[in-house]
T-cell receptor
Framework: GAGVSQSPSNKVTEKGKDVELRCDPI?????LYWYRQSLGQGLEFLIY????????KSGLPSDRFSAERTGGSVSTLTIQRTQQEDSAVYLC??????????????FGSGTRLTVV | DAKTTQPNSMESNEEEPVHLPCNHS???????IHWYRQLPSQGPEYVIH???SNVNNRMASLAIAEDRKSSTLILHRATLRDAAVYYC???????????FGKGTKLSVKP
């Protein structure tokens, strides 16, 4: 597609429920990134994928968070047993390549997650 | 991680040039200098990036110091729509992901 697509745009869930957030990157972009941004805060890196390589999960805040990327394209971020502190905007980005630094990221509009 | 230092906030008048500074004294030889901006209630937007030479695009210019320890993002004529948080980030080398700092919040006055 023309841009990075994220769904849903808004999600309200009850504490303790699991949620899945989806990201469709730009076609042909081999690298995909997840960040989250709490209200009034900066972006916090979560995880990135590069092609078929093992993802860098170093930013995931706990084992309740996981992500997968199927077929080198669509990615799903799953949060199990959601807590109120998980409330944030979850942003996905894609780029042509990772590790070279020479390619810009394109961000989606994000999923606003509210845990009540 | 290579770190950057930016002022917390800056103000500009509409239709005047804006120079947003960034210090990155620990930059490595393979780090690119990236600039992104985030408008209110939106995801970050790519602005420009460069390695050693100055760069120009339709949005802005990037001036990189000769020793690469600092850079300046130049908006040639600020508009009200340029009001945003501007992030200066180092990317490349062995780390693939971009680490965002707090950025500079730019306010533009009419």
């Amino acid at each position: 597609g023309a841009g990075v697509s994220q769904s849903p745009s808004n999600k309200v869930t009850e504490k303790g429920k699991d949620v899945e957030l989806r990201c469709d990157p730009i076609s042909g972009h081999t690298a995909l990134y997840w960040y989250r941004q709490s209200l009034g805060q900066g972006l916090e890196f979560l995880i990135y994928f590069q092609g078929n390589s093992a993802p860098d999960k170093s930013g995931l805040p706990s084992d309740r968070f996981s992500a997968e990327r199927t077929g080198g394209s669509v990615s799903t971020l799953t949060i199990q047993r959601t807590q109120q502190e998980d409330s944030a905007v979850y942003l996905c980005a894609s780029s042509r390549m990772v590790g070279r630094g020479g390619y810009g990221y394109t961000f989606g509009s994000g999923t606003r997650l509210t845990v009540v | 991680d290579a770190k950057t230092t930016q002022p917390n906030s800056m103000e500009s008048n509409e239709e005047e040039p804006v120079h947003l500074p960034c210090n990155h004294s620990t930059i490595s030889g393979t780090d690119y200098i990236h600039w992104y901006r985030q408008l209110p209630s939106q995801g970050p937007e790519y602005v420009i990036h460069g390695l050693t030479s100055n760069v120009n695009n339709r949005m802005a210019s990037l001036a990189i110091a000769e020793d690469r320890k600092s850079s300046t993002l130049i908006l040639h004529r600020a508009t009200l729509r340029d009001a945003a948080v501007y992030y200066c980030i180092l990317g490349g080398g062995s780390q693939g992901n971009l680490i965002f700092g707090k950025g500079t919040k730019l306010s533009v006055k009419p």
